[in-house]
């Protein structure tokens, strides 16, 4: 037990998501005026025109995701329940913890967090990513986010990845095999990975990105001891420009081909259901996969507020507070953390 006396304040990120079908459109706005995901020469000036043009192209084509989903994404209050739970855990393990929600592109932004840590009077801070993977369009660009609205000196550590965590991958096993209960014949059903995409130019200046998600299947087929074939997919594709590939619908497509009957999904990405899940795979996928004679179609459950996966986001708190070494940045003192 890690017993401490200051207050730790722990802050949870997420990319958030519009609660109603009026903050569709908003909500993209905000996502697609972010320097950390559109990019390009002179984007400065031509940033937030291209990102007006897309949002409204694009909330038009999603709308029908978040109506499926109950008018708005759930993701909030999943993140909610997740740092209310993460709290718990910390305080019985003898940490004097508080924890806060900060989504990039819809409330509670990073400035609601940020307001609430002062208040708070935090003495230590954690930064934790909801991203297992990082990516400089997820984490990266939370946390930049979070320094330049946080220049306080206030001793700062940083997870920044948990993808090889052992507890974390033990809770998405549980899903796994929870979802393969369903099939009359579980060792038949094809397991299909699916994971965000991002712009492969993302990768090619040396996001890490791919490589962990490709890592994290590895290790789950593994852990899981599945005689079960699989394979890995990619979703959520915006734009003309190339991205990580093939397509869920691709997938999909090939699966069908191929006579597969039974296809258990795996969003391998993502730590709590929203319209990721719950619209694009288990309501879009889904109607496709029927259409193309797929007889079976299940998807695993968003870790959420999983006791496992509490345990783990608690484990990597606690560590990330024990380690020594520390990078200054600006006037706080911040250590990053690959957890393992």
């Known amino acids: 037990m890690l017993k401490t006396t200051g207050r730790v304040g722990v802050v949870l990120f997420q990319l958030g998501g519009p609660d109603t079908l009026e903050a569709i459109e908003p909500f993209l706005y905000n996502l697609f005026c972010d320097p950390d995901i559109i990019d390009f020469p002179f984007a400065r000036l031509g940033r937030k025109p291209l990102a007006r043009l897309i949002s409204k192209t694009r909330a038009n084509k999603v709308r029908h995701h978040y109506a499926a989903v109950g008018g708005g994404s759930p993701i909030r209050r999943f993140t909610e329940q997740q740092a209310s739970a993460l709290e718990q855990e910390l305080m019985a393990a003898g940490v004097n913890a508080q924890c806060f929600v900060a989504m990039r592109y819809w409330h509670p932004f990073t400035g609601e967090a940020i307001a609430q840590v002062r208040a708070a009077g935090c003495e230590e801070i954690v930064l934790l990513p909801l991203y ?3 990516s400089r369009t997820t984490t990266g660009s939370s946390l930049n986010e979070w320094r330049r609205l946080f220049p ?18 033990d809770a998405l096993v549980e899903r796994i ?4 209960g369903r099939f009359a014949r579980p060792d038949n059903a094809e397991i299909v990975f699916s994971a965000h995409s991002v712009p492969l130019s993302v990768i090619q200046k040396g996001d890490p990105y791919q490589q962990q998600i490709e890592e994290t299947v590895e290790m789950l087929m593994e852990r899981g001891g599945w005689r079960n074939h699989h394979r890995l997919c990619y979703q ?4 003309a420009s190339r991205w990580l590939q093939p397509s869920l619908h691709r997938g999909l497509r090939d699966l069908a081909a191929e006579k597969v009957q039974d296809v258990c999904i795996v969003p391998i990405s993502f730590v709590s259901d929203h319209v990721e899940t719950l619209g694009e795979i288990d309501h879009e996928a889904r109607e496709e996969a029927e259409g193309l004679g797929i007889r079976r179609f299940e998807m695993t459950r968003g870790l959420n507020d999983s006791p496992r996966f509490i345990r783990a986001l608690a484990g990597l708190v606690v560590q990330a507070m024990g380690r020594d070494a520390r990078v200054a940045s600006g006037q706080a003192e911040t250590q990053f953390v690959a957890a393992d």
């Open 132 to 134: 297992p993977h990082y």
């Open 152 to 169: 306080d000196p206030v001793r700062t550590r940083v997870v920044t990845d948990f993808y090889r965590n052992p507890e974390y991958l």
């Open 177 to 180: 095999e929870e979802a393969l």
């Open 236 to 239: 959520s594709k915006v734009g």
